[in-house]
């Protein structure tokens, strides 16, 4: 293995505590006259830590209520923080792989010391955790780095052989700033989205995956094989007829796991339209998979209208979610020509059509059914 530890943040991670807190949080605000929350809003209140969460739950007008709104929420959690408390399915499987793997276990979270340290010994009693850390008086909140640097020190592991495991933009600034490997996971309080833009390593849906992260890691984008595929020969029940005539180019390591795919479909004459290009990994997009990708897709289509239907590839359109400013950036950077926007594009999203010239006769071609359509 390359990581001899793991440091998990609690709340979003370890352990479903949301509703526990938001009612924590609105027996305050009621107690002090202020308006409620919902219990998707707690998700961007909490992880910050509890003087955080009452003060921006009070809004900047009403600081005057805060030493009253925070002694409420303490009182109410203290009796009520083990309501709704449990951890997410599949950690005690995940706690126990660690455990047999011989892994170091840590908690650090925002959540103060004392409502911490309970939490894990009456929730994870059953695993040895080598050090667990709430927010103590005199230390900064996360994503200060100061906290996890001392648990690193005090286990004897250097930062580059952590893996931190969190689930909000907080713990994975605080993971990059301790020189750790981070871990988002997406089962807890916040979106993928913020868990990448927020320089998440390696993202995991499920509790098993973090395994995946102690010794499969990115590879050089140069050392994965390229399979061809036709899509119905692979994931018949998942698309049915709807993948009849789509192919896809994937880029595998040598555990045979998919790491990025690029889905395409023969358009009219000369053009190939692609559907979808996927790197799954944040740190393989950092790492020139995309690039990999696309280089290897556009060559194997190439080769696919010249060996099987006989004639060039003189054009490619390619479609781009509208809301995603960095895979436009990234196909306009590789020479893509935006073409248009199909608006409320239903159940999907809006979408925008990207145009590459294989040679200079592209333009005289008739133009993609989905251009013709709109």
Not at 149 to 157: D, Q, R, S
Not at 266 to 271: D, I, K, N, P, R
Not at 314 to 339: I, M, Q
Request: aromatic fraction near 10%; proline fraction near 5%.
């Amino acid at each position: 293995m390359r990581f001899d530890a793991v440091m998990f943040d609690l709340d979003g991670t370890l352990a479903d505590t949301l509703r526990d807190l938001s009612e924590a949080g609105n027996h305050a605000m009621a107690v002090v006259g202020r308006p409620t929350y919902s219990l998707d809003e707690y998700r961007t209140l909490v992880g910050q830590g509890l003087d955080r969460l009452i003060h921006d739950a009070l809004g900047p007008e009403h600081q005057d209520l805060f030493d009253q709104a925070i002694a409420a929420f303490r009182g109410y959690y203290a009796e009520h923080r083990y309501d709704h408390c449990a951890p997410y399915p599949g950690i005690a499987a995940l706690l126990d792989a660690l455990t047999a793997a011989g892994s170091k276990l840590a908690v650090m979270s925002n959540k103060p010391d004392e409502a911490t340290v309970d939490m894990v010994q009456r929730v994870f009693g059953a695993w040895d955790f080598a050090a667990v850390r709430g927010h103590r008086e005199g230390y900064p909140v996360k994503p200060d780095p100061t906290a996890a640097l001392e648990i690193a020190e005090e286990l004897g592991v250097p930062p580059e052989r952590w893996l931190y495991v969190g689930d909000t933009d907080v713990d994975m600034q605080t993971g990059k700033r301790a020189g750790f490997f981070t871990v988002g996971v997406t089962w807890g309080f916040r979106s993928r989205s913020e868990l990448e833009s927020n320089g998440a390593d390696y993202l995991t849906d499920r509790p098993a995956q973090v395994l995946d992260a102690l010794d499969r890691l990115p590879s050089d984008p140069e050392s994965l094989r390229c399979d061809d595929v036709h899509i119905r020969d692979h994931e018949p029940h998942e698309y049915g007829p709807y993948v009849e005539g789509f192919r896809a180019v994937r880029l595998l390591d040598q555990a045979g796991e998919i790491r990025a795919e690029l889905v395409w479909r023969v358009g009219v004459g000369y053009h190939a339209e692609i559907t979808d290009i996927g790197v799954i990994q944040p740190l393989d997009r950092r790492r020139g998979l995309g690039t990999r990708l696309l280089a290897a897709g556009l060559e194997g289509i190439k080769k696919y209208y010249r060996d099987q239907l006989n004639r060039p590839l003189r054009r490619v359109y390619l479609f781009c979610d509208e809301t995603n400013p960095a895979g436009r950036a990234f196909y306009e950077a590789l020479g893509f020509k935006r073409k248009a926007n199909v608006p409320d594009l239903e159940t999907y999203c809006d979408l925008l059509i990207y145009v590459l010239d294989c040679d200079k006769d592209a333009s005289a071609e008739s133009e993609s059914p989905a251009i013709q359509s709109m």
